[in-house]
Nanobody
Framework: QVQLVESGGGLVQAGGSLRLSCIASGRISRINSMGWYRQAPGNQRELVAVFTSGGHADYADSEKGRFTVSRDNAKNTVYLQMNSLKPEDTAVYYC???????????????WGQGTQVTVSS
């Protein structure tokens, strides 16, 4: 069974940093893209950053220059380095994979369970 498992969330003061990790577990042969979304209370889930298999990273405008997404294809892992955190970054952060192939199954889209990030002022 394929799962996305996030780690690295927590409580940090404004201006601080956190690094999120997400590993895709299972007998995976290929993942087209992996990335991060977030959802704050009362808000819709929104894109934070995505890293494609071709090595291209896209960011939401509010995160450009503060967040960096990276990927280790050999480990089926995606990271999100978050610097200069603001209280408005407080949300549950979800790992997302799109176009995930195993030897038997294709997953068009897959979500992790989420990890809480809280930034205090």
């Amino acid at each position: 069974q394929v799962q996305l498992v996030e780690s690295g969330g927590g409580l940090v003061q404004a201006g601080g940093s956190l690094r999120l990790s997400c590993i895709a577990s299972g007998r995976i042969s290929r993942i087209n893209s992996m990335g991060w979304y977030r959802q704050a209370p009362g808000n819709q889930r929104e894109l934070v950053a995505v890293f494609t298999s071709g090595g291209h990273a896209d960011y939401a405008d509010s995160e450009k220059g503060r967040f960096t997404v990276s990927r280790d294809n050999a480990k089926n892992t995606v990271y999100l380095q978050m610097n200069s955190l603001k209280p408005e970054d407080t949300a549950v952060y979800y790992c997302h994979a799109e176009g995930l192939y195993t030897s038997r199954t294709y997953y068009h889209t897959l979500w992790g369970q989420g990890t809480q990030v809280t930034v205090s002022s």
